[in-house]
């Protein structure tokens, strides 16, 4: 299979182990669960202008990447400069109805279309809700917010307590954007959430450096003094109300805004000392500090930070990594012989809102490196399906403008059918995705 599973290249600078932070969409557990007539099946894949007429269907999978459920429809056709091939609409459906039995209308058959359809609505209700939610994920790593009006309509409590909850117990969210939001001095109600964010955390028996870290694991706290000042004083109220003994004085919440202003030891030593700490913590704390500077605990926007320069500007607080797979360019779909297929061998990066394409670069015969090769914005993108008898499993990508012709993007061709279907239903749900994001962030700036 060509969708990978090994590390992220150095060109991107992702975390060792990038499956921890993507989650798990290709699942084919449930492929034997139910009888063949059951199954929500994709669109079939219809022949290109050589007359090689062969319909393929795509395997009968219930895969967490769809679309939306309304109106299940055929898709229209789109005609393609390269060759005729069915469009894949991402205002349409990539998953047709369960298929109705033409020959056996007894009750039991019956039973099977109505059970079958009873699952189709449910998988693509919940498959509109997970994507609703994602939106409302974007929103937030973008403008912060935004996301949080967008997810109070469907997901969230507009209270204190829940933002916080949610901030706290969401993984997909930038820590920048996260501190950027909690720590909007302007605005009562993050000031409310800020204080709630805090008090959902233990720091009982924790030493102060070790409490920091655990606050940095999922917040970036900005570089804004005020904004600073804000978080240390309601994180050392939190800190000293779960131990009290920490300090003796009249304002225990100063010892613990004292520690992020010394730089040496003595210094360090002599703002404390009024605060009669144990010296030997005083000097644990110093060491720690010294050793190990306090960052954040990174996210999905550090991944491609280092980086970005090389790769179109692609770190953006609200881009996530969707999926990796290698795949075969195509210059000539109408091609009858093989060309050489390592030249045109290629990673395929998707992102939410982004599909960037790299190519290996080798010396002395060794595969080394990554070369960012383009990169395509997925808002307004249109995918068609192809199939010659050179390239069995294509897939062109083609953007359509209102004013201008269709243009047709990238073409490639997978090495199975397998491997076009997981692609397919990544990127079709990503640009489903995209789009819808851009219209809930229009509509929710109307006056």
Same mark, same amino acid.
């Given at each position: 299979?060509?969708?990978?599973?090994?590390?992220?290249p150095d060109l991107f600078r992702c975390s060792p182990d990038y499956e921890s932070i993507t989650p798990a969409r290709h699942d084919n557990s449930i492929l034997s669960e139910y009888g063949e007539e059951e199954y929500v099946k994709m669109q079939p894949v219809f022949t290109s202008r050589d007359n090689f007429h062969r319909t393929t269907h795509y395997i009968n999978l219930l895969y967490s990447a769809a679309v939306s459920r309304e109106s299940p429809a055929l898709i229209g056709s789109s005609g393609s400069k390269a060759g005729s091939s069915e469009a894949l609409s991402t205002g349409s459906h990539v998953y047709e109805e369960p298929e109705r039995c033409k020959t056996d209308s007894g009750l039991r058959a019956r039973k099977k279309r109505a059970r079958?359809?009873? @699952?189709?609505?449910?998988l693509m209700a919940e498959v509109e809700t997970k994507r609703r939610y994602r939106i409302g994920l974007n929103l937030f790593n973008r403008e912060p917010m935004l996301g949080i009006q967008y997810l109070s309509n469907? #997901?969230?409590?507009?209270?204190?307590?829940?933002?916080?909850? #949610? $901030? =706290?117990?969401?993984?997909? $969210?930038s820590k920048h954007k996260v501190g950027e939001y909690i720590s909007e001095l302007g605005n009562a109600f993050c000031m409310k959430v800020l204080t709630c964010f805090m008090d959902r955390f233990d720091f009982s028996d924790l030493r102060m450096d070790k409490a920091v870290r655990k606050v940095l694991e999922l $917040? =970036?706290?900005?570089?804004?003094?005020?904004?600073?000042?804000?978080? $240390? @004083?309601? #994180?050392?109220?939190r800190y000293v109300k779960c131990n009290p003994g920490f300090v003796s004085g009249d304002d225990p919440c100063e010892a613990v805004l004292a520690f992020s202003y010394a730089k040496k030891l003595n210094e360090f030593t002599e703002r404390l000392s009024r605060f009669h700490l144990d010296s030997k913590t005083l000097k644990s704390v110093y060491k720690a500090v010294k050793k190990e500077d306090f960052v954040d605990g990174g996210d999905h926007y550090t991944q491609t930070l280092p980086n970005s320069r090389q790769t179109a500007r692609i770190a953006s607080h609200s881009r996530r990594l969707v999926c990796i797979c290698q795949m075969l360019e195509v210059p000539d779909i109408m091609a009858k012989k093989d060309p050489d297929q390592n030249s045109r061998r290629r990673d395929i990066f998707l992102f939410n809102d982004l599909l960037i394409v790299t190519r290996q670069s080798s010396k002395f015969g060794k595969k080394t490196s990554l070369i960012y090769k383009d990169s395509f914005p997925l808002v307004g993108l249109e995918l068609s399906l192809f199939h010659t008898s050179l390239y069995g499993f294509g897939v062109q990508i083609v953007r359509k403008g209102s004013q201008s012709p269709e243009s047709v993007l990238l073409t490639l061709n997978a090495d199975s059918e397998l491997d076009r279907y997981k692609f397919v239903m990544d990127l079709q749900e990503s640009i489903l995705e995209a789009n819808q994001t851009e219209e809930a962030i229009a509509k929710l700036r109307e006056p």
């Amino acid at each position: 299979s060509s969708m990978t599973s090994e590390r992220l290249p150095d060109l991107f600078r992702c975390s060792p182990d990038y499956e921890s932070i993507t989650p798990a969409r290709h699942d084919n557990s449930i492929l034997s669960e139910y009888g063949e007539e059951e199954y929500v099946k994709m669109q079939p894949v219809f022949t290109s202008r050589d007359n090689f007429h062969r319909t393929t269907h795509y395997i009968n999978l219930l895969y967490s990447a769809a679309v939306s459920r309304e109106s299940p429809a055929l898709i229209g056709s789109s005609g393609s400069k390269a060759g005729s091939s069915e469009a894949l609409s991402t205002g349409s459906h990539v998953y047709e109805e369960p298929e109705r039995c033409k020959t056996d209308s007894g009750l039991r058959a019956r039973k099977k279309r109505a059970r079958a359809m009873a @699952e189709y609505r449910e998988l693509m209700a919940e498959v509109e809700t997970k994507r609703r939610y994602r939106i409302g994920l974007n929103l937030f790593n973008r403008e912060p917010m935004l996301g949080i009006q967008y997810l109070s309509n469907s #997901f969230l409590e507009l209270s204190p307590p829940s933002v916080a909850k #949610f $901030l =706290h117990d969401c993984s997909g $969210l930038s820590k920048h954007k996260v501190g950027e939001y909690i720590s909007e001095l302007g605005n009562a109600f993050c000031m409310k959430v800020l204080t709630c964010f805090m008090d959902r955390f233990d720091f009982s028996d924790l030493r102060m450096d070790k409490a920091v870290r655990k606050v940095l694991e999922l $917040l =970036h706290i900005p570089g804004d003094a005020s904004r600073l000042r804000k978080i $240390l @004083e309601v #994180f050392s109220k939190r800190y000293v109300k779960c131990n009290p003994g920490f300090v003796s004085g009249d304002d225990p919440c100063e010892a613990v805004l004292a520690f992020s202003y010394a730089k040496k030891l003595n210094e360090f030593t002599e703002r404390l000392s009024r605060f009669h700490l144990d010296s030997k913590t005083l000097k644990s704390v110093y060491k720690a500090v010294k050793k190990e500077d306090f960052v954040d605990g990174g996210d999905h926007y550090t991944q491609t930070l280092p980086n970005s320069r090389q790769t179109a500007r692609i770190a953006s607080h609200s881009r996530r990594l969707v999926c990796i797979c290698q795949m075969l360019e195509v210059p000539d779909i109408m091609a009858k012989k093989d060309p050489d297929q390592n030249s045109r061998r290629r990673d395929i990066f998707l992102f939410n809102d982004l599909l960037i394409v790299t190519r290996q670069s080798s010396k002395f015969g060794k595969k080394t490196s990554l070369i960012y090769k383009d990169s395509f914005p997925l808002v307004g993108l249109e995918l068609s399906l192809f199939h010659t008898s050179l390239y069995g499993f294509g897939v062109q990508i083609v953007r359509k403008g209102s004013q201008s012709p269709e243009s047709v993007l990238l073409t490639l061709n997978a090495d199975s059918e397998l491997d076009r279907y997981k692609f397919v239903m990544d990127l079709q749900e990503s640009i489903l995705e995209a789009n819808q994001t851009e219209e809930a962030i229009a509509k929710l700036r109307e006056p």
